[in-house]
């Protein structure tokens, strides 16, 4: 009974930090990735009149607004905005460094990761929309925009007493973590216990070794990132860099 005691209490106060990051992360997400991201698109749009109506790698029409749609990407936003808070909560600490140098860290490698899965040189998102330049600064825009602001927020929310973590409603932003992000969430509980079984008996040695995979995970990120974006000029020809 008492070791059951004993893991609850830590349990369900790391499931009401994690409720409490997803607020923030859902918050982030819709207005950045969400609202963000779609006026980014009409901007594009507004720069290729030529192009209305041709439909994106991702199903939408061009230059169309559409509710659909629109709400679309507000729901997907929210859901990424709140993985990402869990994943800032969960290794978040590993960052070296003052503070702003941590901050930055987040920022840059979370930026290069989503810009790896987002920025291809297949279909016409990038190919397609000119000039190209703005079509991949404005898509990693919207990561580095969220890294930026999504650290200091969370930090905040998960401190003790924050009045993210009191009221049932707390509660409702774990939602996310049931669907669409159940595997995840297997993976942040296998991780939580594993570091609660093993991290904490070489705490040193479990840092450095989750150091080293966050850079290597960076530098295959990166190197995926840039060769998209050299096969995207690669893709649209020498004439037309700018």
Do not use: K
Request: proline share 5%; aromatic share 10%; net charge neutral.
């Amino acid at each position: 009974m008492e070791t059951r005691t004993r893991t609850s209490a830590p349990a369900v106060t790391a499931a009401r930090r994690l409720a409490a990051a997803s607020w923030v992360g859902a918050a982030l997400g819709l207005l950045v990735g969400g609202i963000g991201g779609r006026l980014f698109m009409a901007l594009l749009a507004s720069l290729n009149p030529e192009d209305h109506g041709t439909i994106t790698d991702d199903g939408f029409p061009m230059g169309e607004f559409t509710t659909s749609g629109t709400i679309q990407l507000l729901m997907t936003g929210a859901a990424l905005g709140v993985l990402g808070a869990g994943i800032y909560l969960a290794l978040g600490w590993l960052a070296l460094g003052p503070p702003w140098f941590r901050r930055l860290s987040v920022a840059v490698g979370g930026t290069v990761m989503v810009g790896a899965a987002l920025v291809h040189d297949e279909g016409v998102d990038f190919t397609r929309l000119e000039p190209t330049w703005a079509a991949i600064a404005l898509t990693l825009a919207v990561p580095l925009v969220f890294c930026l602001l999504m650290p200091p927020a969370v930090d905040r929310a998960v401190r003790d007493g924050s009045a993210w973590q009191r009221g049932g409603w707390t509660w409702l932003a774990l939602v996310p973590w049931v669907f669409p992000l159940f595997p995840v969430t297997i993976v942040l509980v296998a991780g939580w216990l594993l570091w609660r079984r093993v991290g904490r008996r070489m705490p040193e040695v479990a840092a450095w070794l989750l150091r080293s995979l966050l850079v290597a995970l960076f530098a295959t990120g990166a190197f995926v990132l840039g060769s998209e974006i050299v096969g995207v000029y690669d893709a649209i020809g020498e004439g037309s860099l700018l």
